[in-house]
């Protein structure tokens, strides 16, 4: 050990070598890829009582029975708004309405919007140009303008929901070049995402109203006639509840909030790990030299 460590010794020119060479090649790479800014924002479930909560949202025959409930079926197909509210957040549904957006579109598909045409184009690139190629031999059309589906499939790719102290609580992380735009996509996301949810309560709530008024002028029952005036007394409360713009589905804890300086890749442990790394391949290199011609 001791002859290996004065060898290694010996080569101390080497071994500063490798270490600057793994400083550069860090640098390099920090330079070849853009920085990004990492926004989070903070969401949960609403609460069902007190002042700041939405309240029951299932319709039942009295109140004081609705209060209980959070969603029927067995325990297996329970799904509160909640899991819902972060199921739909990457779905083609709230794609759909983001589409509609064109800041949102044209920040996420910069490359394929030509800002002197005002229009979307192929993006430009081998790598696109590639793919568009492999595909016109095939027959098959080369490009088309982004669309919903593949705003959906980025945010899929792009966007991760992390856990918060394992509570209910989830962060939503967002990176991009320009801290800007990427606080206003999660910011018009979530209300996509609310609007949706909000709109199909709305949708299926009317479409029980409708019915039960429908039913109601052919039930000849007084008691009968008085727990379905209810129900829909309670719907149209719900109804209006849903107009109010409260939080529905998920309740905005902290807003969307990014640093003043771009944060990704951190070059601050990422330089001095480069070194790190060169100088520990230069040692294991030497090392396995000097055990090689020693015949270990």
Partial sequence: ?????????????????????????TVLSLHLVTPRYTVSMVVGPPGRSGPAAMGPRAPA???????????????????SDFARYLALLTSVPVAERLSADTAVM???????WDPEAGDWRPPLGIGSWTVRSLRWLAGYP????????????????????????????????????????ALLLLTRLHAATEAHLRSEAGRRLKAEMVHVNDRLSGIS??????????????????????????????????PPAAPALADWPNPVPLIPAGALAGFGLGLFVLAARHGYRRGI
């Fill in 61 to 79: 025959l009295s109140p004081a029975a609705g209060r209980g409930i959070a969603e029927q079926g067995s325990a297996e197909e329970v799904v």
């Fill in 221 to 254: 029952n007084l008691d009968r006639s008085r727990q379905l005036t209810g129900m829909v007394a309670e719907q149209e409360e719900t109804l209006m509840m849903l107009e109010v713009g409260l939080p529905y589905a998920a309740d905005l804890l902290e």
């Fill in 142 to 181: 080369g490009w088309a303008p982004p669309d919903a589906v593949d705003l959906s499939r980025l945010l899929k790719k792009e966007l991760a929901v992390e856990a918060v102290n394992e509570g209910p609580l989830r962060r939503l992380v967002f990176r991009h070049e320009k801290r800007s735009f």
């Fill in 1 to 25: 050990m001791g002859e290996l460590l004065r060898a290694l010794a010996a080569q101390w020119q080497r071994l500063l070598l490798c270490t600057l060479a793994g400083l550069t090649m």
């Fill in 106 to 112: 044209r920040g996420l598909f910069e490359d394929a």
